[in-house]
């Protein structure tokens, strides 16, 4: 068992900031299995690909679109005196700010949408990160791209619908003056966090037939770690180039997660 599995393993067992802080680490011990396994990186790049070009898509929408979604509730005043010249600069601010969300939706949209599209090769980079962490060649039915494709698409339409349904009316409050955008940063920050973490640990996790509720019930039960990882795989997607690159690092980072949580030896 790779050194990045079992440490997380002996983990589970410590402090409630040990665990968090293991699982903060995992996105970039990722990037650095990824660097030394080379062979992985023909698996990474559909998934990349993938991911820049939605986030590209989204995040031109997003722009595109900011002052119509503003407009909505407040159209841009006219600045012919003192008192409307400052209303249009709090309406710059808040054009900016929208805008700023907009850019922040759309690298989380990339990397849970992109993950429905990307499911055939997310899959195929998760057996082969897995065949690393645990030291174990993957059988010929499992290095197949298409096995288990529906079932991976599935499973991850399913866990960013349950997102998207969560986040619109979590985003909607940056639509209410004063408080409404800080709420509504913190809370979708905490909830894309969330998801994120259940995505790409799920990428293992549906290999072993668990249902949905034992993998929430196994997340759940390990929150500290989880949040932990899913806080540091959302920070990633602020780092320029790198942002446009996570898909592959949350994949294997989720693989080891998931492998930490749930012994495959144990399968139902």
Same mark, same amino acid.
């Given at each position: @068992?790779? +050194?990045?599995?079992?440490?997380?393993?002996?983990?589970?067992?410590?402090?409630? +900031?040990?665990?968090? !802080?293991?699982?903060?680490?995992?996105?970039?011990?990722?990037?650095?299995?990824?660097?030394?396994?080379?062979?992985? #990186? &023909?698996?990474?790049?559909?998934? %990349?690909?993938?991911?820049?070009?939605?986030?590209?898509?989204?995040?031109?929408? !997003?722009? %595109?679109?900011?002052?119509?979604?503003?407009?909505?509730?407040?159209?841009?005043?006219?600045? *012919?005196?003192?008192?409307?010249?400052?209303?249009?600069?709090?309406?710059?601010?808040?054009?900016?700010?929208? =805008?700023?969300?907009?850019? %922040?939706?759309?690298?989380?949209?990339?990397?849970?949408?992109?993950?429905?599209?990307?499911?055939?090769?997310?899959?195929?980079? &998760?057996?082969?990160? *897995? %065949?690393?962490?645990?030291?174990?060649?993957?059988?010929?039915?499992?290095?197949? @791209?298409?096995?288990?494709?529906?079932? &991976?698409?599935?499973?991850? !339409?399913?866990?960013?619908?349950?997102?998207?349904?969560?986040?619109?009316? =979590?985003?909607?409050?940056?639509?209410?003056?004063?408080?409404? +955008?800080?709420?509504?940063? =913190?809370?979708?920050?905490?909830?894309?966090?969330?998801?994120?973490?259940? *995505?790409?640990?799920?990428?293992?996790?549906?290999?072993?037939?668990?249902?949905?509720? *034992?993998?929430?019930?196994?997340?759940?039960?390990?929150?500290? @770690?989880?949040?932990?990882?899913?806080?540091?795989? &959302?920070?990633?997607? #602020?780092?320029?180039?790198?942002?446009?690159?996570? @898909?592959?690092?949350?994949?294997?980072?989720?693989?080891?997660?998931?492998?930490?949580?749930?012994?495959?030896?144990?399968?139902?």
């Amino acid at each position: @068992m790779a +050194p990045i599995v079992s440490d997380l393993r002996s983990a589970r067992s410590a402090s409630a +900031p040990v665990r968090w !802080a293991r699982g903060f680490a995992l996105p970039f011990r990722a990037v650095a299995l990824l660097w030394r396994h080379r062979s992985l #990186w &023909s698996w990474a790049v559909a998934p %990349a690909l993938i991911g820049v070009l939605l986030f590209f898509g989204v995040a031109a929408t !997003a722009i %595109a679109y900011a002052d119509d979604l503003l407009a909505l509730w407040w159209s841009a005043p006219v600045a *012919e005196g003192l008192w409307t010249g400052l209303l249009l600069l709090v309406w710059t601010v808040l054009y900016v700010l929208l =805008v700023v969300v907009g850019v %922040a939706g759309a690298y989380l949209t990339a990397l849970l949408l992109g993950g429905v599209v990307a499911s055939p090769f997310n899959d195929a980079l &998760s057996i082969r990160a *897995e %065949a690393i962490l645990t030291g174990d060649a993957p059988s010929p039915d499992e290095v197949a @791209m298409w096995t288990g494709l529906v079932r &991976s698409i599935i499973s991850t !339409a399913a866990v960013t619908g349950i997102y998207i349904a969560l986040a619109v009316p =979590v985003l909607a409050l940056n639509l209410v003056p004063g408080i409404g +955008p800080p709420v509504a940063t =913190v809370l979708h920050a905490g909830l894309a966090a969330f998801f994120l973490a259940v *995505e790409y640990a799920d990428v293992a996790l549906a290999r072993y037939g668990l249902s949905w509720r *034992e993998k929430l019930d196994l997340l759940n039960a390990n929150r500290t @770690m989880t949040a932990g990882f899913g806080l540091s795989t &959302s920070l990633l997607l #602020w780092i320029p180039g790198l942002n446009l690159v996570v @898909m592959p690092i949350a994949v294997v980072g989720g693989t080891a997660l998931g492998l930490a949580l749930y012994d495959p030896d144990q399968r139902l």
